[in-house]
């Protein structure tokens, strides 16, 4: 039986997303080695997932989806209770979902959602600082979120992406980028087929440029265009940046946060 899961953690205390050792070994904590093992004991036999967006170490999650395999007679409701109970506190299994035989949660994934929140003001953050970047300097949103419009669409984001990328080529279609100033938090949304690894952050970092004044609002176009990455801002902190999930078509009748808009 395949099942899908939607999956919460604070990535704080992980070395991101993939597992770093070998499957039923211990090595570094990772989200995924955390959730197989639990899922395992739930199974009392070996479950391998596979999830729909690989986030990096310090990058945390709202509702990361995957999927699994197993022969077990459990209930999705044993799945998730069970699960959890097995789960440090910065990770919870939110629901699961009995699926068809071809569903996979990364290839029929149609988007992926981030948010990356800024505190903009002069003395860093006491409380929630777990999910906020700091930015002690003036920022303008508004620049920034006009800047930012030049990425939309189908691009090379090969100015964004570390050098470390492992991805055949840097083609991304980037859907919606929205920057809004809510009182002392600049809220940064993305929403694309696809990422690159640290683009988001590395988009963000550029941003930041334009909004200190550093930078005019055509720079950022400039940098796409460019295609080099050595000209582009720093790669903006982990801290801030937070998977809102994946999307996709109701066919396959996943929750609605996860599901496409009709």
Same mark, same amino acid.
């Given at each position: 039986?395949?099942?899908?899961?939607?999956?919460?953690?604070?990535?704080? &205390?992980?070395?991101?997303? #993939?597992?770093?050792?070998?499957?039923?070994?211990?090595?570094?904590?990772?989200?995924?080695? @955390?959730?197989?093992?639990?899922?395992?004991?739930?199974?009392?036999?070996?479950?391998?997932?596979?999830?729909?967006? =690989?986030?990096?170490?310090?990058?945390? +999650? &709202?509702? #990361?989806?995957?999927?699994?395999?197993?022969?077990?007679?459990? @209930?999705?409701?044993?799945?998730?209770?069970?699960? @959890?109970?097995?789960? !440090?506190?910065?990770?919870?299994?939110?629901?699961?979902?009995?699926?068809?035989?071809?569903?996979?949660?990364?290839?029929?994934?149609?988007?992926?959602?981030?948010?990356?929140?800024?505190?903009?003001?002069?003395?860093?953050? +006491?409380?929630?600082?777990?999910?906020?970047?700091?930015?002690?300097?003036?920022?303008?949103?508004?620049?920034?979120?006009?800047? +930012?419009?030049?990425?939309?669409?189908?691009?090379?984001?090969?100015?964004?992406?570390?050098?470390?990328?492992?991805?055949?080529?840097?083609? =991304?279609?980037? #859907?919606?980028?929205?920057?809004?100033?809510?009182? &002392?938090?600049?809220?940064?949304?993305? #929403?694309?087929?696809?990422?690159?690894?640290?683009?988001?952050?590395?988009?963000?970092?550029?941003?930041?440029?334009?909004?200190?004044?550093?930078?005019?609002?055509?720079?950022?176009?400039?940098?796409?265009?460019?295609?080099?990455?050595?000209?582009?801002?720093?790669?903006?902190?982990?801290?801030?940046?937070?998977?809102?999930? !994946?999307?996709? !078509? =109701?066919?396959?009748?996943?929750?609605?946060?996860?599901?496409?808009?009709?």
């Amino acid at each position: 039986m395949r099942y899908a899961l939607g999956v919460e953690y604070d990535g704080g &205390e992980f070395r991101g997303w #993939q597992r770093l050792s070998p499957h039923g070994q211990p090595g570094e904590p990772t989200v995924q080695a @955390t959730l197989e093992d639990a899922l395992s004991s739930v199974a009392a036999a070996p479950v391998e997932v596979i999830c729909a967006g =690989r986030t990096d170490a310090g990058v945390h +999650a &709202e509702c #990361q989806v995957v999927h699994f395999d197993s022969d077990a007679p459990r @209930t999705p409701r044993s799945w998730s209770l069970g699960t @959890t109970t097995r789960l !440090p506190p910065s990770v919870c299994v939110r629901w699961c979902v009995p699926m068809a035989d071809d569903f996979n949660a990364r290839f029929s994934a149609r988007a992926r959602r981030y948010r990356y929140r800024i505190l903009n003001r002069a003395v860093r953050p +006491a409380l929630g600082r777990q999910q906020l970047s700091w930015e002690r300097l003036p920022l303008d949103a508004e620049a920034m979120h006009r800047a +930012a419009q030049s990425l939309l669409g189908e691009n090379d984001f090969n100015a964004f992406r570390t050098v470390h990328c492992q991805a055949p080529h840097a083609v =991304r279609d980037l #859907q919606k980028l929205s920057i809004v100033r809510e009182g &002392e938090q600049v809220r940064v949304d993305i #929403q694309a087929n696809a990422f690159l690894h640290h683009m988001v952050r590395n988009i963000v970092g550029s941003l930041l440029m334009v909004g200190r004044g550093e930078k005019p609002e055509s720079w950022i176009a400039e940098l796409l265009a460019g295609r080099d990455r050595t000209l582009a801002g720093p790669t903006a902190p982990a801290d801030g940046l937070v998977f809102l999930g !994946p999307l996709y !078509p =109701r066919k396959w009748g996943l929750p609605e946060e996860v599901s496409l808009p009709d």
